[in-house]
């Protein structure tokens, strides 16, 4: 693994000119995970669930963002809360404010407050939501702008609450395949730095309308395959150089090495039994 110390002799000679830049996360570990609900296509009951192999799958990514160099703080898992391994859902940070997460199935509706309080506590600036959103599920900062997700889980409305908390363009983005339940399922962030953006995306996973919104936006963007979309391929970390991707994501692999990343397959298949991956396991903080 390249640490961030070489990262300007490695991206100098770079023909893509790819960068690493320092990342803050938070992240939960799954000591409870399991699947006693359904509220996705994925959840099935029925299924066993190792809470061992996840936690173990949980680590391998824990310890993969340590060796690039990145900052990871960690909350603490709450018993009865099985979901709570997916921070990304947790909150919305930009420019160190926190915009709460308000769940829209009961199940986890508990997480919003612990995620807030974390916060609070840890001294961030933090505003309660008014209106349904799950976090960085539904929200992805793209240089200056707010891509929003809605047609399963967040509300329409906290789009308009998110631009006028952050000052910043918020773009709705229609999600009509209910397996790709959130935007992070969808679409992956690859390069975030204004007058770099690139993302990838799964284009059936969106209305005609978000499709043409995405191709006029973003008209270099990564097309994603079916395949790599059940994979669940686009619920990836990217830190602008390295890129965590789900293992079976075979052609969206090969696609980012052509764009010039570093890619690190990262198997979180016990952890897809709840609906999520990499990205569902990974809150960024942005001071």
């Not at 996973?205 to 391929?233: C, I, K, N």
Request: glycine share 8%; aromatic share 8%.
């Amino acid at each position: 693994m390249t640490d961030l110390t070489q990262l300007s002799e490695v991206t100098a000679t770079s023909p893509t000119e790819r960068t690493a830049t320092p990342r803050h996360y938070l992240m939960c570990r799954p000591d409870h995970f399991t699947v006693s609900y359904e509220i996705n296509p994925w959840m099935d009951k029925t299924r066993l669930t190792d809470r061992d192999l996840a936690v173990a799958q949980w680590e391998t990514l824990y310890e993969t963002y340590l060796a690039w160099g990145h900052t990871v703080d960690l909350i603490d898992p709450a018993p009865g809360l099985p979901d709570m391994v997916f921070a990304a859902n947790g909150a919305t940070v930009v420019d160190g404010l926190v915009y709460s997460a308000k769940f829209r199935y009961p199940e986890r509706q508990p997480e919003g407050p612990l995620y807030e309080k974390w916060f609070a506590d840890h001294g961030y600036m933090t505003q309660t939501a008014a209106e349904v959103n799950e976090g960085e599920g539904d929200i992805l900062l793209v240089g200056d702008t707010f891509l929003a997700g809605t047609g399963f889980r967040t509300d329409p409305a906290s789009h308009g609450e998110l631009a006028r908390l952050t000052g910043r363009e918020v773009v709705t983005l229609e999600l009509v395949d209910p397996r790709f339940y959130h935007l992070d399922t969808a679409l992956s962030v690859l390069d975030s730095r204004p007058g770099h953006e690139l993302v990838a995306y799964h284009p059936q996973a969106f209305s005609p309308a978000s499709q043409a919104v995405l191709a006029e936006r973003y008209p270099d963007a990564v097309m994603a395959t079916e395949a790599d979309a059940v994979a669940l391929g686009l619920n990836a970390v990217s830190d602008g150089l390295h890129v965590v991707v789900a293992p079976a994501a075979v052609d969206l692999k090969a696609a980012l090495t052509e764009r010039g990343f570093e890619v690190h397959p990262v198997a979180t298949t016990e952890l897809l039994k709840g609906g999520g991956g990499a990205k569902c396991c990974t809150l960024e903080i942005r001071s």
